[in-house]
């Protein structure tokens, strides 16, 4: 049974570099993409971007410029640096497990998408 | 900035049915699967359905899953206090040169 644990600086001041890392148990490192999410406080799910084990990503367009996901396979590792925070950048913060591929129909070329593993969540505050 | 909307809210009595939509677009929904997400308060989401109306392993047939063109629902019977939660739909979208993941907004159900 695959665990995702995580962990990393809860508290950090305006301008520092969010850094978190998650770890995969009992299970295959390869064949998925690994993922960060983000929750602010009393709001929804943000998709904050992905890697898989080849160090291919993805980042969501509104967060680009400063994420950064890599991956350490020795470890089943994969990480997360968020640079010049702010207080909007407040949120608890999930790594996840992403089955992601593509199926061919006659209609056309669907991607399949979803995240059927998580960490428990690391709260991260910004203040100054 | 969900690019999903889904109702801020739904409600019924214990027993009772809701369903839960969610509205996309051609590059999201349209083209691609949906999943559905249960996050319980205080606790990480938890995978309800994929591809559209699939259960993972241990999760009852009272949640199940459909998508019409470029709207998806999910369905909750018989209704109990321990579904009182938060409920997100999710999918690829291929709208930029590089694709995202995207959610809905959320729905909280309550069980009244």
């Not at chain 1, 301008?15 to 709001?43: D, H, M, N």
């Not at chain 1, 400063?66 to 925070?85: A, C, E, H, M, Y």
Request: charged share 15%; net charge positive; aromatic share 12%.
């Amino acid at each position: 049974q695959v665990q995702l644990q995580q962990w990393g600086a809860g508290l950090l001041k305006p301008s520092e570099t969010l850094s978190l890392t998650c770890a995969v148990y009992g299970g295959s490192f390869s064949g998925y993409y690994w993922s960060w999410i983000r929750q602010p406080p009393g709001k929804g799910l943000e998709w904050i971007g992905e890697i898989n084990h080849s160090g291919s990503t993805n980042y969501n367009p509104s967060l680009k410029s400063r994420v950064t996901i890599s991956v350490d396979t020795s470890k089943n590792q994969f990480s997360l640096k968020l640079s010049s925070v702010t207080a909007a950048d407040t949120a608890v913060y999930y790594c996840a497990r992403v089955k992601f591929g593509d199926t061919r129909a006659p209609s056309g070329l669907y991607y399949y998408y979803y995240m059927d593993v998580w960490g428990k969540g690391t709260t991260v505050t910004v203040s100054s | 900035q969900s690019v999903l909307t889904q109702p801020p809210s739904v409600s019924a009595a214990p027993g009772q049915k809701v369903t839960i939509s969610c509205s996309g677009s051609s590059s999201n929904i349209g083209n691609n699967y949906v999943s559905w997400y249960q996050q319980l308060p205080g606790t990480a989401p938890k995978l309800l359905i994929y591809d559209n109306n699939k259960r993972p392993s241990g999760i009852p047939d009272r949640f199940s899953g459909s998508k019409s063109g470029t709207s998806a629902t999910l369905g909750i019977t018989g209704l109990q206090t321990g579904d009182e939660a938060d409920y997100y739909c999710g999918t690829w979208d291929s709208s930029l040169s590089a694709g995202r993941g995207v959610f809905g907004t959320g729905t909280k159900v309550t069980v009244l």
